[in-house]
């Protein structure tokens, strides 16, 4: 049973416009949010994240919006670069885990020039 | 400032075996987290250790067993290989348990024939 679930494997953008990824979650404990990015035959990196009582956090180009009645949150990439390239992973915790995070399986994100 | 480095980076081991992966974590941090990764997935939560214990399980048989040395580094180990053991393996280092910002390497991957 997957909790956090990023239905799109992959994403093509113009490079210049705007990346939306995003991320749904069935369980109603989670109360932190985090998004990643990889690149291959590197570790993930974190990229932002949102606790539970905001809505929305930006930092810089990326912008991430919470949704807790729709269980849905997603990442904004305004304006898309070529070296956004890479997978975006969403990744959650629930209250009292210790930050015990939960992935979902990736987006791979592709700008194209 | 060294990042979290991992070794060894590739590895094949048969059926029955067993393996045993290494992890330094970045400078100053003490807490160390073990993931696995397979193909087109996303990351899962094995264990986190802290102040040299296991503080926290994911759902892993007892066929997975770590360790963490006072310096910190910490050793992941897994007997009785199975084929679907196959995967990358990934350490994460935090500083306590206070945020999800993990910083991780950048793998061990295992093949497991």
């Known amino acids: 049973d997957q909790q956090v679930k990023q239905n799109s494997p992959s994403l093509s953008v113009q490079e210049g416009r705007i990346s939306i990824l995003n991320c749904d979650y069935t369980n109603s404990m989670f109360d932190y949010f985090l998004w990643y990015k990889k690149y291959p035959a590197e570790g993930p990196t974190f990229l932002i994240s949102i606790s539970s009582i905001k809505d929305k956090n930006e930092d810089g180009r990326f912008t991430v919006f919470l949704n807790k009645s729709a269980k849905h949150l997603s990442l904004h990439i305004v304006p898309s670069q070529p070296g956004d390239s890479a997978v975006y992973f969403c990744a959650a915790s629930e209250v009292g885990s210790n930050y015990q995070l939960i992935w979902g399986a990736g987006t791979k994100l592709i700008i194209k020039p | 400032d060294a990042g979290v480095t991992q070794s060894p980076t590739h590895l094949i081991k048969t059926r029955g075996q067993q393996v045993t992966l290494r992890c330094s974590p970045k400078?100053?941090?003490?807490?160390v987290s073990w993931y696995q990764q397979a193909l087109g997935q996303g990351p899962q939560f094995i264990f986190q250790?802290?102040?040299?214990?296991?503080?926290q399980r994911g759902n892993f048989p007892d066929r997975f067993s770590g360790h963490q040395f006072p310096n910190y580094s910490s050793e992941l180990n897994v007997n009785a290989l199975l084929l679907g053991d196959s995967a990358l393996y990934l350490c994460?280092?935090?500083?306590?348990?206070?945020?999800?910002?993990?910083?991780f390497g950048e793998g061990s991957r295992l093949t497991v024939l």
């Open positions: 994460a280092s935090s500083l306590g348990q206070l945020t999800g910002e993990l910083f």
């Open positions: 250790y802290y102040e040299e214990e296991e503080r």
């Open positions: 400078s100053g941090h003490d807490t």
